[in-house]
C-alpha cells in the first residue's frame, strides 16, 4: 500500500499553467512498481480520467479533452508524480486525484487503480 498527497491546487485564470504534484509515502522500490493516473471530478459527476503514466515513465496517455494541454511525469527518485497543465480553461474546474496501480496497468478507469489521494481542488477564472 501507499498513501499518497495531492498538492499544487488553487485558482488560476483561464489561459494560466499550474502544476500538480503527488507524492507517496512509500520506498522508492513500491512506488516505482506502480502506474500513476490522474482523474478529476466535479461536483455530481463522475471522476474521470485524465492521463496515466507508466511505472517507467516512458509510456504516457491522455484523455482527449487535455491530450497536447498536460503532461504527467514522474521522478521515482523523489516519490513523486507530476501533472503539468498549460492553456487551463474553465472547464478545467474540478478536483484532482493522483491514483496508483499496483499492477503497473496504465488503466482509464478508475477502478483499476488501489490507492488515491485526497485529491486537490483546481478553479480556473474566466
Known amino acids: 500500500q501507499v498513501q499518497l498527497v495531492e498538492s499544487g491546487g488553487g485558482l488560476v485564470q483561464a489561459g494560466g499553467s499550474l502544476r500538480l504534484s503527488c507524492a507517496a509515502s512509500a520506498s522508492g522500490r513500491t512506488f516505482s512498481r506502480y502506474a500513476m493516473g490522474w482523474f478529476r471530478q466535479a461536483p455530481g459527476k463522475e471522476r474521470e480520467f485524465v492521463a496515466v503514466i507508466s511505472w517507467w515513465g516512458r509510456s504516457t496517455a491522455y484523455a482527449d479533452s487535455v491530450q497536447g494541454r498536460f503532461t504527467v511525469s514522474r521522478d521515482n527518485a523523489k516519490n513523486t508524480v507530476y501533472l503539468q497543465r498549460n492553456g487551463l480553461k474553465p472547464e478545467d474546474t474540478d478536483i484532482y486525484y493522483c491514483?496508483?496501480?499496483?499492477?503497473?496497468?496504465?488503466?482509464?478507469?478508475?477502478?483499476?487503480?488501489?490507492?488515491w489521494g485526497q485529491g486537490t481542488q483546481v478553479t480556473v477564472s474566466t
Open positions: 491514483a496508483g496501480a499496483i499492477d503497473g496497468g496504465m488503466g482509464l478507469a478508475s477502478y483499476k487503480y488501489d490507492n
